[in-house]
């Protein structure tokens, strides 16, 4: 009994990742060879736990015409703690806007500041009138602010979302390192729900079975079409092997 199976269910998402076990090891397993530094190894492994989460986070709390939301600068010279103010201030006009209207709401906050382009804001947001979260921005910026909006389709799988959000927060943290602050990669309201996590221990002969999809779900496929991935962790350099199903609605 030497594998991991860990089993995440957020929304209509069900996460499958079988990975060795740190205690026990499979007499034959082998390790993939050494690569990189211990930093780089880490860097790559916080960078990957945190989109997890951010993935979870999505899953769990937002579905069908909830809103993405893009907050955008016309003042290209804005700086990094004006962002930060701008972002604090959009929340609160965001938090008075919708108790005046007896709105509740969840949202998933991540600041751009990619060079080359413009900063901005991504809100991921629970469906609402978008001229109220037009109203609680466009007043906020030095030099005023746009905002774009596209709705989020049925898939109930937001992994690519959390990719490119997760991906668009790099420069943001080397911003923070930049300031000597310790910053989040995203930050959201605390009502969220959480996804429940279990893990099982399984036996060996498990690792070798093609997934197949639970009855009223399908295989999610990833970039490559592939329904199934592997590969090795990045510190232990033992295999891993993860799909997703997806519930119909």
């Known amino acids: 009994m030497a594998y991991v199976h860990r089993r995440v269910q957020a929304g209509r998402t069900v996460e499958h990742r079988k990975m060795q ?96 382009t413009n900063p901005h804001i991504h809100v991921v947001i629970s469906k609402m009138d978008p001229e109220i979260i037009t109203e609680a921005w466009e007043a906020v910026p030095r030099g005023g602010g746009g905002i774009s909006f596209k709705p989020l389709d049925r898939r109930g799988n937001h992994a690519k ?24 990669r995203y930050s959201k309201t605390q009502n969220m729900d959480k996804p429940v996590v279990t893990y099982t221990t399984v036996s060996a002969s498990s690792w070798r079975k093609e997934p197949k999809a639970a009855k009223g779900a399908v295989l999610y496929k990833f970039d490559d079409g592939a329904t199934c991935r592997s590969g090795w962790h990045e510190i232990s350099g033992y295999p891993y092997q993860e799909y997703f199903e997806v519930f119909n609605e």
């Open 21 to 116: 076990s740190f205690r026990v090891h499979t007499k034959g397993t082998t390790r993939q060879p050494n690569q990189g530094t211990t930093s780089e190894k880490q860097a790559r492994i916080n960078e990957r736990v945190a989109e997890e989460h951010l993935r979870w986070d999505l899953n769990a709390n937002f579905g069908y015409w909830d809103l993405h939301a893009v907050l955008h600068y016309y003042a290209k010279d804005t700086t990094f703690l004006e962002i930060l103010e701008d972002k604090a201030a959009f929340l609160r006009n965001l938090r008075k806007a919708c108790k005046k209207r007896g709105i509740k709401y969840k949202a998933v906050v991540v600041i751009e500041t990619k060079r080359m």
């Open 161 to 184: 979302l959390a990719a490119y959000l997760m991906k668009e927060s790099r420069s943001t943290m080397e911003k923070y390192r930049e300031i000597g602050r310790r910053g989040k």
